[in-house]
């Protein structure tokens, strides 16, 4: 059984926020698997279908950004998903616009969503997938994040959320994450 969970805040006044970028690959990811997020419960939203034969679930916590592990943590303890078989989808301040950088494993770094979900988990042998939100100038960090995506910057985030539904695609169908990290870390950016 996997679990692919996208990262972002509940609520209209969030929708096309940066923050909201791993919401926005998970739904695309769901969709292209013809789920819908109907189901309710674990502190989060979700839908589920069996994918090559195994039980996939795609979830995206309701908690807002900074709780999304007790979500993560609850859904995973039911179904006893293995720390490894869960894949997150975030975005991440130390990637350029436009990237898509996969990884097996790693410290949460800056991203409060994933820090929450570490210690829940008390682990960080779960695959990720970070999707680049690096501004061109300074700025602070929450008005940032929370600041919806700008309309010169949209062909460059469709193509990277494309890359990450791709990447994604790749690990519920069985794709080891060394591989789907190959292959798609290598993908260019839009210019």
């Known amino acids: 059984m996997k679990l692919v969970v996208g990262l972002g805040n509940p609520g209209l006044k969030y929708l096309k926020n940066l923050h909201n970028l791993g919401f926005m690959a998970v739904e695309l990811l769901a ?3 013809g789920v819908a997020f109907n189901k309710k419960g674990f502190k989060g939203v979700y839908g589920e279908k069996n994918i090559n034969g195994e ?4 979830l995206k916590p309701q908690t807002y950004m900074n709780l999304s592990g007790e979500s993560v943590q609850a859904l995973s303890a039911f179904y006893k998903i293995n720390v490894e078989d869960i894949l997150v989808i975030y975005d991440d301040l130390d990637i350029a616009i436009g990237c898509v950088r996969i990884r097996a494993n790693g410290s949460a770094g800056t991203h409060n969503g994933m820090r929450s979900i570490v210690s829940c988990l008390s682990s960080t042998a779960f695959p990720r997938v970070r999707i680049g939100t690096k501004p061109e100038v300074d700025y602070e960090i929450i008005d940032y994040v929370l600041s919806d995506i700008k309309k010169e910057d949209e062909p460059r985030f469709r193509h990277s959320v494309s890359v990450a539904v791709d990447a994604c695609d ?3 169908h069985g794709v080891k994450i060394e591989d789907v990290m190959c292959k798609y870390n290598a ?3 839009l210019i």
């Open 55 to 58: 039980k996939v679930i795609f």
């Open 187 to 189: 993908i260019k950016p």
């Open 31 to 33: 969709e292209k698997h």
């Open 170 to 172: 790749a690990f519920i």
